[in-house]
């Protein structure tokens, strides 16, 4: 069974660093990508940052400059260096990712872990 496991938040001041860790079990097949999601109250889960198995990687504007993904392959881990926080970068951040299978490709979610920027 796939799970994805997070890591890493908690509640730090504004111009702060946090580093999320996501790290993957279960996973038998290739993995397409591995991604980093947040979702506010109120607000739409959207895409932080993304990379692909190819090498590919893109960051929302509002994180562009401020955050990086990186991945370990070997481990099935993707991480979040998230650096100059922000308050409005508080959110519960979700790892994703997208497995492909005999039937397809899946998406897999992790459970989420909360991220507090206090001004």
């Known amino acids: 069974q796939v799970q994805l496991v997070e890591s890493g938040g908690g509640l730090v001041q504004a111009g702060g660093s946090l580093r999320l860790s996501c790290s993957g079990s279960?996973?038998?097949?290739?993995?397409?990508?591995m991604d980093w999601y947040r979702q506010a109250p109120g607000k739409q889960r959207e895409l932080v940052a993304s990379?692909?198995?190819?090498?590919?990687?893109n960051y929302a504007d509002s994180v562009k400059g401020r955050f990086t993904i990186s991945r370990d392959y070997a481990k099935k881990s993707v991480y979040l260096q998230m650096d100059s926080l922000k308050p409005e970068d508080t959110a519960v951040y979700y790892c994703h990712a997208l497995i492909a299978t005999p039937v397809g490709n899946r998406h897999y979610w992790g459970q989420g872990t909360q991220v507090t920027v206090s001004s």
């Open positions: 279960g996973i038998i097949f290739g993995i397409n990508a």
């Open positions: 990379t692909t198995s190819g090498g590919s990687i």
